[in-house]
């Protein structure tokens, strides 16, 4: 559980913080292209969060 608190806040710290969430894009520009692209990213993000917690739990129901 303390590695797992661990790996959250540094996650955490990660992500929600200003200076990783400002950046440019050349590629993509700054229209609606680039909404779409974190939209994607965030809805994977958020899938993945969603499996690994339905994991955790079918694990620890199965437990004897």
């Known amino acids: 559980m ?3 608190m661990i790996f959250l806040s540094a996650i955490s710290s990660l992500f929600l913080s200003t200076a990783a969430l400002a950046h440019t ?3 993509l ?3 609606s292209l ?3 692209y ?3 990213f ?3 993000v958020f ?3 969603y499996k690994a917690i339905g ?3 079918a694990k620890n129901r199965n437990k004897p």
């Open 25 to 27: 894009d050349h590629a």
């Open 42 to 44: 965030w809805f994977v």
């Open 55 to 57: 994991w955790y739990k």
């Open 29 to 31: 520009g700054e229209g």
């Open 38 to 40: 974190h939209i994607m």
């Open 2 to 4: 303390k590695f797992l």
């Open 47 to 49: 899938a993945v969060i």
């Open 34 to 36: 680039h909404a779409v």
